[in-house]
């Protein structure tokens, strides 16, 4: 049992004692979970989806041997840097691709430099800027911002997404032993084969694919910039000032992501094994992938939905999800069978998993007792989800402004964030100080420094 076994009377699981055959199912249901989003940003860009697929297995190897394989995370494309992809190489220009890739690598530094003043500094004076007031509402707004995705790939056949829905909610509620744990994967299979049935799947392109294929092509990496002799040095300088601000979100999102891990599984990822090396992991796997032609990693709340529903929590099981897309990213033959898996599979799974995110962020903010009785709380938490929401619902989707001839744009998500950081530093009345030898489950847990505590509260009403 975990440490989470006194408040739920839902089992947590120990992944080792299920045996090796449902630990590498639980293995592939993971990499199921994570895949569809990843592979939409190569999509999306122009990226090689076989290059995205090997350093997103490589990234969270990479993330978890320097988070002392404790952190039960993967790492996969992230979407906040779409914008500068479409600023660098608007219509995915093979030649331009690699400049974009190098302002991302330079954004994976920022990850370094923040982790830098984690280790320097230590948690507790760092994370005073970011308590759940300021996390929480992050978290939602990162699920809430990722529903319209799930719901534009529902709309495309609402039949075959409901049935991906439904089996998920029956295994995950009334589903015994292991059909319990892998809900999402079922859910794949059950409206990948309803779909296959009623003919709306194409398969000429898995049949057209071949068996294996090398998964990195050098003139698609950043490399080849500075070896073909046409260096376009004002292209790498407008690509860094124009990709390196972006960093600034997906770093708050790391911290986001991590709180929700934590809040997951009950343990204190902030404090061990620090966020000093979860930053370090993420940025170094950002920094690597982007070099050799793949997208920005980040860590992915669809997996965090995933921990949410089967309660393993055992990191060895993601190793293993990123061992089997390591594998299948040699299989341009998969990779096509899952291109052509139908989009309202892919939205049906992602609506569940993305809603996990959103309430976990909630049960974050309730289990830390934000109090919201106060004006300040509720007027970062505001700020935070209607900048984070609006701005990237808006026609622009998001702030923009140019300097010389760059263009510099700031997501809602990072809008929202830098507002909601800002705002709890200026603000009076910061009584809350970070709890890191005695957390409670979430482990983000920030305790009141002056006054009574609820639970003193409550004993003397006893």
Not at 277 to 283: A, C, F, I, V
Not at 325 to 354: D, H, N, R
Not at 361 to 386: K, M, P, Q, Y
Not at 391 to 420: D, E, M, P
């Amino acid at each position: 049992m975990g440490e989470n076994s006194k408040t739920t009377n839902e089992p947590i699981y120990d992944a080792r004692s299920l045996g090796a055959p449902k630990i590498l199912v639980l293995g592939l249901q993971h990499m199921f979970a994570m895949f569809g989003a990843t592979v939409l940003v190569p999509l999306l860009t122009g990226l090689s989806v076989s290059t995205t697929l090997l350093f997103a297995g490589l990234g969270t190897l990479l993330f978890h041997l320097i988070s002392k394989r404790k952190v039960p995370a993967f790492l996969g494309s992230s979407f906040a840097f779409l914008a500068g992809y479409a600023a660098i190489a608007p219509n995915g220009e093979a030649d331009l691709l690699p400049y974009a890739c190098f302002g991302v690598a330079m954004a994976g530094v920022m990850y370094l430099i923040l982790a830098a003043l984690f280790k320097a500094y230590g948690a507790a004076r760092v994370m005073k800027f970011f308590p759940p007031v300021v996390t929480g509402p992050i978290i939602i707004a990162i699920g809430l911002n990722l529903s319209q995705s799930a719901i534009e790939n529902c709309s495309s056949h609402w039949l075959i997404a409901l049935v991906a829905i439904l089996i998920v909610i029956v295994c995950n509620i009334w589903g015994k032993g292991m059909i319990r744990i892998i809900p999402i994967l079922l859910g794949v299979i059950g409206s990948y084969l309803v779909a296959a049935v009623a003919g709306v799947i194409d398969f000429s392109p898995v049949a057209a694919a071949p068996w294996f294929g090398l998964p990195i092509d050098y003139h698609r990496t950043v490399f080849s910039v500075f070896t073909d002799g046409n260096t376009n040095t004002a292209l790498l300088i407008t690509a860094v000032i124009t990709i390196v601000p972006i960093s600034l979100a997906t770093m708050m999102e790391h911290i986001g992501d991590i709180s929700a891990i934590s809040s997951t599984v009950g343990r204190n990822y902030i404090k061990d094994p620090g966020l000093h090396r979860t930053l370090t992991g993420d940025g170094l796997a950002t920094a690597v992938a982007a070099l050799f032609g793949a997208p920005a990693n980040t860590t992915y709340g669809e997996n965090t939905g995933v921990l949410t529903l089967t309660r393993v929590y055992d990191p060895m099981v993601i190793r293993i999800a990123a061992g089997l897309a390591i594998l299948f990213s040699f299989c341009p033959k998969f990779a096509a069978i899952i291109e052509v898996m139908p989009s309202a599979t892919i939205g049906g799974i992602s609506l569940v998993l993305y809603g996990m995110i959103s309430a976990v962020g909630i049960r974050n903010i309730a289990e830390t007792h934000v109090d919201f009785t106060r004006s300040r709380n509720v007027i970062i938490a505001a700020l935070i989800l209607v900048l984070s929401i609006g701005i990237n619902y808006s026609s622009a989707g998001a702030l923009s402004w140019t300097i010389g001839s760059a263009t510099i744009s700031f997501s809602g998500l990072a809008t929202g964030s830098l507002v909601g950081i800002l705002l709890n530093a200026i603000l009076p009345g910061k009584d809350y100080n970070f709890a890191e030898e005695e957390p409670n489950k979430t482990g983000v847990d920030l305790e009141i420094a002056q006054g009574k505590s609820l639970t003193e509260e409550q004993s003397e009403r006893r």
